[in-house]
């Protein structure tokens, strides 16, 4: 055995040689310590640190190579990937093992096409959020005007209800003028042609009356039929104002859950790049 393969060749060599790697580096030091400091004898002390230090260097040169460690016997899968020529095996690209991931996961381009078109269709229902917001705005005011029309209607139909009584009053008095004047006409014979006058005039004042009594009374009507009809037409506002909302719960809810998984897919290209 030489003395090159007792240094780095046994135990007792390789420990000789720690020493000399150690201790010489602490005199190389000191060396460079005296000379930055100046102190006394720091020629001296520079010339013998970078002497150790050439020393160290030309012991070192004889150290042989070390074999490469056969990993295969701890890990038989890495049989027949070993490169002889010392290379490094290419290590894939983060789109590659991104691709491997997908694979792995069975997940398909038409998965994520679908996936995508699902998104676009969800900005497209949050841009909509606002427009419905907007209409839920103007729909509120349009009850409210719908209310102020429908108490309106309500009084104008009190006031027809009102004229209507006034005209069966006066036609009731009339009836009653022309009762007297009949009675009259019988008791004076001498004044009978005015009174037959005078009573075809208030037959026709009569009919006058009847005829404005009937087109207030299908006013009347109408009027109700339209009251009606504007009820009805509030409460399905209403019914359209409780679906908006419920919309918008949901359509919230689904952003909630498309943000937790934007999460996870950063959280798996963070743990891919590390």
Not at 62 to 88: C, K, S
Not at 131 to 148: P, Q
Not at 185 to 199: F, I, L, Y
Request: aromatic share 6%.
């Amino acid at each position: 055995m030489g003395f090159v393969d007792f240094l780095f060749g046994t135990k007792k060599g390789k420990t000789i040689m720690g020493l000399l790697y150690g201790l010489g580096a602490s005199v190389v030091i000191i060396g460079a310590l005296f000379k930055i400091m100046h102190w006394k004898g720091c020629d001296i002390m520079l010339i013998v640190g970078l002497g150790t230090e050439a020393v160290i260097f030309a012991v070192s040169a004889f150290e042989p190579q070390h074999l490469p460690l056969d990993w295969t016997l701890a890990y038989p899968e890495l049989a027949g990937v070993y490169d002889e020529e010392g290379n490094a095996i290419e290590k894939k690209t983060i789109v590659e093992q991104l691709d491997t991931m997908l694979e792995d996961a069975k997940i398909d381009p038409v998965l994520i096409e679908s996936l995508g078109q699902g998104l676009k269709s969800l900005s497209t229902n949050a841009n909509k959020l606002s427009e419905i917001s907007d209409a839920s705005v103007a729909t509120s005011e349009y009850t409210d005007s719908l209310k102020n029309a429908s108490s309106k209607v309500s009084t104008l139909a009190d006031d027809y209800s009102k004229a209507s009584k006034s005209l069966a009053e006066d036609y009731s008095k009339a009836s009653d003028s022309l009762a007297s004047l009949k009675d009259a006409a019988n008791a004076g014979a001498s004044t009978g042609s005015e009174m037959q006058k005078m009573a075809t005039n208030l037959e026709a004042l009569n009919k006058s009356y009847e005829s404005q009594l009937q087109g207030s009374q299908q006013q009347t009507e109408t009027m109700k039929a339209m009251y009606a009809g504007i009820t009805a037409l509030m409460t399905n506002l209403s019914e359209s104002l409780d679906d908006t909302k419920r919309y918008k719960e949901n359509i919230a809810q689904l952003s909630n859950n498309l943000s937790a998984l934007n999460n996870v897919y950063g959280n798996m290209l963070t743990a891919m790049k590390s």
